[in-house]
């Protein structure tokens, strides 16, 4: 395999979670079992086979490799990639896309899907990716990605196999649907866009960002900024319901030491541990 970027992977409850995320540098995340991307900033080799990707907004940071994955797909003769964005950036987006093919002389072949916050977008049978409103300096969106899963309605519990089949074939509805909140990601978000969102907080594993961690950042200026504090972390300690919480995007500002050193002294314990840092 050609390795090109740093990635990180971590596995958790059977979903692999790998990426790499610093803030003004690049960001990129892949969840390999669901066959998902989420945003663009880098483009590692490997993760070129994954046809789908979901863009959270169009800082350079978070789209700027969006051509070479689109490039690097064509010319290993694979499927166009279907790749959703804010809808506001998509006309934009196919713009770049096509500077790029003059550039290169090479096809750009993708689909581009505008989403706007309550959107969802079916991914197989089994999983449904909700787009919510995030609080950035441009539009932004985060994600959602439910598991459906169907349960034989009560009133039918005690039918044979052969009933029930007869029931479903003559279009009576028997299941009812369940959605289970398994991956979540925030992408750049200011507090107000999980506290808009509570459904980020249920997620099994959440991928929200970090950005600032020092205490003599001013949290009024992070916020107009489009990102968090360590701080809002804590103040909302109570809120995380997650198996696992990603703490990513940290600013070049720090060294990954002084990361560990400022979030540990705010949160000792790690949010009972589901707390990492990605670094």
Known sequence: MTENVPLLSHVHDGLTIEGYSRAAVQTCWRVNELKLLFDAGIQPWDFMGTPTMFISHAHLDHIAALPAYVSRRRMMKMEPPVIYLPDSAVDTAWKMLQLFRSLDRGA???????????DETKIG????????????????????VYQRRHKLKPEYLELSGEEIRNLRLAGTEITTERRVPVFAYT????????????????AKILVSELTFAAPEHRREKIHKHGHMHVDDYRERKDNFKNELIIGSHASTRYTDAQIKRFVKKVLPDMLDQRLKLWI
Do not use: Q, W
Request: with cysteine.
């Open 108 to 118: 750009m072949p993708c689909e581009l899907v505008g989403l706007l916050g309550g």
């Open 187 to 202: 992408g750049d978000t200011a507090p107000k866009g999980l506290d808009d969102n509570p459904e980020f907080y249920d």
């Open 125 to 144: 049978r089994e999983y449904v990716v909700k787009s919510v409103d995030v609080k950035h300096t441009i539009d932004a969106l985060g994600f959602i």
